[in-house]
C-alpha cells in the first residue's frame, strides 16, 4: 500500500519592509485642509485624512491641493477638483495639482494637526 505524499508548495512572499510615504519631486506630501465653517488651514500625514476640523468640530472640511500657475510659477492653494483652480496672482485657471509639500502648507498658514486631532477613528 502505497500513500500519497502531499507536496506543499511554498509561495514565497516579498514583503516591503521600508514604510516610507508618498512623495513628490519636492519631497514628502501631506493632506492639507480647509475648514469651511471657520476658515482654519491644517495638515495631516499623507495616510491621515480629516473627519472633522480641530478647531470648530465641523465635518465640512475641504481637502486641498496645490496649483503651480504655468504663466508666473506662482502656487496656490486651494479646492482640490477636476476644474483647476484659479491663480490668485494672475487669475489663469490652473488645471495640474500635486499634493502639497510641508513647506508649502506651511506658508499657507496651515499647522500641522496629529490624526487624534482630526479623526475619531
Ligand atoms: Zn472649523
Ligand atoms: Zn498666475
Known sequence: MRFLR??????????????KGPTSANGTVYNGFLCKACKVKFYTDSDVYADFCPQCKSVDVQGVGSYV???DQHLTIGPRNRAGLACEQCGVVVM????????ELKSWGAVKKSKSEVSSR
Do not use: F, Q, W
Open 69 to 71: 500657475c504655468p504663466a
Open 6 to 19: 502531499l507536496i506543499v508548495i511554498l509561495t514565497s512572499v516579498l514583503i516591503c519592509g521600508c514604510h
Open 96 to 103: 495640474d495639482m500635486h499634493l502639497p509639500v510641508e513647506g
